[in-house]
T-cell receptor, first 112, second 115 residues
């Protein structure tokens, strides 16, 4: 089965700083999803990557998928307290988007 | 647009009682997923449906768990009898069938505590 490892497990940064969260897969990623979760709330879809070398951005968040499609990174530029939460990567193991295997998450705290 | 709607948001029940969680997927979506989230095991897929038909229930932990989807706009996850180890957040999610670029949308979850 496909396993996803996220690093770091937790991250505390000062407001305005840049940060990167990584997601590494034990197998080739056919699709990689990034979600954000706040305590007591559901998962909010951020981005989905499918092609090797693909990069997508939304506001101050950029996600990349490496050429080998086994590692993805999520980069936040000039972090804000609103970026705080748990970031989860989810892998599409069969290329069909029928179900996702998730990493354990990265807890992000942004200090004002 | 309404997202995936789950109810109840929070439930506290006694061990041995039956628990029913409900989900209304996004209109037009033909895939529905039930996930469970715990501190120990993270987010796990329990079962998913396509066009109201269960496709893969290999993640359902025990016979105490059952899920149904009687129509395209409603699904239930039932636990009978409930046990303390069932305490978790249960998420429902939905998506629609496209060749590529499917996005899976999650509800806000049902927080279950079994005492």
């Amino acid at each position: 089965s496909q396993e996803l490892e996220q690093s770091p497990q937790s991250l505390i940064v000062q407001e305005g700083k840049n940060l990167t969260i990584n997601c590494t897969s034990s197998k080739t990623l056919y699709g990689l999803y990034w979600y954000k979760q706040k305590y007591g709330e559901g998962l909010i879809f951020l981005m989905m990557l499918q092609k090797g070398g693909e990069e997508k951005s939304h506001e101050k968040i950029t996600a990349k998928l490496d050429e080998k499609k086994q590692q993805s990174s999520l980069h936040i530029t000039a972090s804000q307290p609103s970026h705080a939460g748990i970031y989860l990567c989810g892998a599409d193991p069969y290329g069909s988007a029928r179900q996702l295997t998730f990493g354990s998450g990265t807890q992000l705290t942004v200090l004002p | 647009d309404a997202g995936v709607i789950q109810s109840p948001r929070h439930e506290v029940t006694e061990m041995g009682q039956e628990v029913t969680l409900r989900c209304k997927p996004i209109s037009g979506h033909d895939y529905l997923f039930w996930y469970r989230q715990t501190m120990m095991r993270g987010l796990e897929l329990l079962i998913y449906f396509n066009n109201n038909v269960p496709i893969d229930d290999s993640g359902m932990p025990e016979d105490r768990f059952s899920a149904k989807m009687p129509n395209a706009s409603f699904s239930t996850l039932k636990i009978q009898p409930s046990e303390p180890r069932d305490s978790a957040v249960y998420f429902c999610a939905s998506s629609w069938n496209r060749m590529t670029g499917n996005t899976i949308y999650f509800g806000e979850g049902s927080w279950l505590t079994v005492v």
